[in-house]
Every structure is written in C-alpha cells, then in structure tokens.
C-alpha cells in the first residue's frame, strides 16, 4: 500500500471515529432525556410553570442543556394529546426559537410566533385555545434585543407589502417611550411586550383564566448576545 492511501485510509478511519463518537454522545444525552420525568400541566401551578421554564432557560445559557422530551417515548406520550405547560408569543426571528432558548422539548411549550410578537387578533385566538382548552398555565410575550420589527417601527420605515402591518402594531407601543432617554430600540422592546400584554388582557377568556388563578401572564426580553431571558413585567 502507498504512503498516500495509507494517510486517506487512517484519515478515514479517524474521521468515522469522530462521527461514532458524536452519535454516542447524541445517543447518551436521549437515553438521559428519556428518564427526566414530564410534568402535566394540570399539576403545575402558573408559578411553578414559570419557574420550570426559567430554569431551563438558565441550563441554555449554561451550556449545560438536559434536552428534557425529545425521546421516542416522549413522541408517542403526546400523539394523541397536548398539554403544553406554557404558552409562548414570540417573534418569528430565526435567533429565538423557544423550545432551544428554554431548553424544552416535544408538547411542552404552545408556540405562538409572528414578527414583533405582536397580538393580532388570530395570535390571541391561539393563545386562548392553548390557555382554556389545553389549561397551558403560564403566559409569556417575549420581546427580544434588536427586533428588526421593532427597529422599523422606530425609524418609521416605508415597507413593501404586508411587511408595514407588523409595524403599524407596534407603532403605539413606539410612542409611549419616544421621549424617555436611553436606547430607542431597546425601549420600545420593552414597550411592545407590555403593549402587546394589555391587548391580550382584553381577552375576556384570557380574564378569567388569570382571575380564578389557572392564568399567569408574563413578559419577556431575549438577550441575543447572551441567550438570557430576563422578566420585564
């Protein structure tokens, strides 16, 4: 055999060691997923719901991510049913997908994502379903750093088709900070989430839920850079 196809065969064998050892690893980290208990959220209080979801936001900024029901257990646990123990209003930024930032998994967050989390009249039709029919205790709008729909409604941009509606949304949430000092952006983030939280207190099925106590509504602030969320309401 040549020196050359000697190097390409151990290179080989290297590379498909490498590749059997991520695959263990994967393979590991399921197995681990597997046996992390599932809670329901008919026993989980909106505080206890919250809290759940905090402390896996804090394993994602650690880096010490537990990848709870991602397992084939977890798949056939929720083919039949949903019961998510939080809701989420997002933005559909590619940067923020809630089930990795909360380190959550397969039926356990109700994901609700639109540019600029905004609360449009079919996103709060979402969200009353998740809340009274699948008894999701835990409401969160989560704004997050350098919105692009947000920067647009502050520098009141001209946009090309339907782009402009997400702005026209945010547009209130804008001018109840223009003349606070500090980032105009980062103010109006915050701004939009509160915004968009009274909109959604409007909702009389959303009301009840939170006045009988099954109801927690949260806001909060994605950190691009960090990865953490920190409440703003």
């Given at each position: 055999?040549?020196?050359?196809?000697?190097?390409?065969?151990?290179?080989?064998?290297?590379?498909?060691?490498?590749?059997?050892?991520?695959?263990?690893?994967?393979?590991?980290?399921?197995?681990?997923?597997?046996?992390?208990?599932?809670?329901?959220?008919?026993?989980?209080?909106?505080?206890?719901?919250?809290?759940?979801?905090?402390?896996?936001?804090?394993?994602?900024?650690?880096?010490?991510?537990?990848?709870?029901?991602?397992?084939?257990?977890?798949?056939?646990?929720?083919?039949?049913?949903?019961?998510?123990?939080?809701?989420?209003?997002?933005?559909?930024?590619?940067?923020?997908?809630?089930?990795?930032?909360?380190?959550?998994?397969?039926?356990?967050?109700?994901?609700?994502?639109?540019?600029?989390?905004?609360?449009?009249?079919?996103?709060?039709?979402?969200?009353?379903?998740?809340?009274?029919?699948?008894?999701?205790?835990?409401?969160?709008?989560m704004g997050h750093e350098r919105c692009g729909a947000v920067t647009?409604?502050?520098?009141?941009?001209?946009?090309?088709?339907?782009?402009?509606?997400?702005?026209?949304?945010?547009?209130?949430?804008?001018?109840?900070?223009?003349?606070?000092?500090?980032?105009?952006?980062?103010?109006?983030?915050?701004?939009?989430?509160?915004?968009?939280?009274?909109?959604?207190?409007?909702?009389?099925?959303?009301?009840?839920?939170?006045?009988?106590?099954?109801?927690?509504?949260?806001?909060?602030?994605?950190?691009?850079?960090?990865?953490?969320?920190?409440?703003?309401?």
């Amino acid at each position: 055999m040549e020196r050359r196809d000697f190097l390409k065969l151990g290179m080989t064998g290297a590379f498909g060691m490498m590749l059997s050892a991520s695959d263990l690893f994967w393979r590991v980290e399921q197995a681990k997923a597997a046996e992390i208990p599932s809670t329901s959220p008919e026993s989980l209080s909106p505080d206890a719901a919250l809290q759940k979801l905090m402390e896996g936001n804090q394993r994602f900024v650690a880096h010490q991510p537990q990848y709870p029901d991602q397992s084939a257990l977890r798949l056939q646990e929720v083919a039949q049913a949903q019961h998510p123990f939080a809701t989420i209003l997002s933005c559909a930024d590619s940067r923020v997908p809630a089930e990795i930032v909360f380190d959550q998994g397969i039926g356990d967050i109700f994901d609700v994502r639109i540019a600029g989390n905004i609360a449009t009249p079919e996103a709060i039709g979402s969200i009353e379903y998740a809340v009274v029919l699948l008894a999701s205790p835990l409401l969160m709008v989560m704004g997050h750093e350098r919105c692009g729909a947000v920067t647009a409604a502050v520098q009141n941009e001209s946009l090309l088709g339907d782009i402009s509606t997400f702005v026209k949304a945010i547009k209130p949430a804008v001018e109840k900070v223009k003349s606070q000092p500090g980032d105009a952006v980062e103010n109006a983030v915050v701004a939009n989430v509160q915004h968009q939280i009274e909109r959604l207190k409007r909702s009389q099925l959303l009301t009840e839920q939170v006045r009988s106590g099954k109801l927690k509504i949260v806001g909060g602030r994605y950190d691009l850079d960090t990865g953490k969320v920190t409440i703003i309401t």
